[in-house]
């Protein structure tokens, strides 16, 4: 009988169960890395459901939970954050928790408080925070900062005014 990865490589049914042990999901996800040419972390921001259906994986998907949490959880070394995938996960942003770490993100390019003038729409748009910046803070960069620091007194007339 073929291991699992040989039914991979070759196109060969695989076995029924397979699928429900965490070892063979591993297998895959590395397996389909290799496939897709995924040579950089950032590349798994690419990943979706119907490439993993179109690559021998529709079966998994019922048993990894949450396709970016299973990503990042399968590669804790690539510091892959849940904001940059094409889809956020359900009610990711609902955690303010979660604003804040996509804050954080932010914070290696704004070394200071007065930098944050400079956060436009179009920036937190790019770096994968459009639906956070849309659903919580009216799409205004100014109202997201100063959640984020709450003890500064930003003046709203200095923040950078950008169309998307």
């Known amino acids: 009988m073929a291991t699992f990865l040989e039914c991979l490589d070759n196109n060969l049914q695989i076995p029924s169960g397979s699928w429900k042990k965490k070892e063979n999901q591993i297998i895959y996800f590395k397996w389909l890395g290799k496939k897709l040419k995924y040579n950089k972390p950032e590349d798994w921001y690419n990943i979706s459901s ?7 994986g529709r079966s998994v998907l019922k048993y990894i939970g949450i396709l970016q949490e299973f990503i990042i959880q399968l590669f804790p070394e690539k510091n892959l954050y849940p904001w940059k995938f094409k889809k956020v996960p359900p009610n990711y942003w609902k955690k303010l928790e979660n604003h804040v770490k996509f804050f954080n993100s932010l914070k290696t390019e704004y070394k200071t408080n ?19 910046l849309h659903s919580y803070y009216d799409n205004t960069p100014r109202k997201f900062i100063e959640k984020m620091i709450p003890n500064y007194e930003f003046l709203p007339w200095k923040f950078t005014r950008t169309t998307r």
């Open 50 to 56: 119907t490439i993993i259906k179109k690559n021998l």
């Open 114 to 132: 007065e930098d944050f003038y400079k956060l436009t729409k179009k920036k937190i748009y790019d770096e994968g925070g459009g639906g956070l």
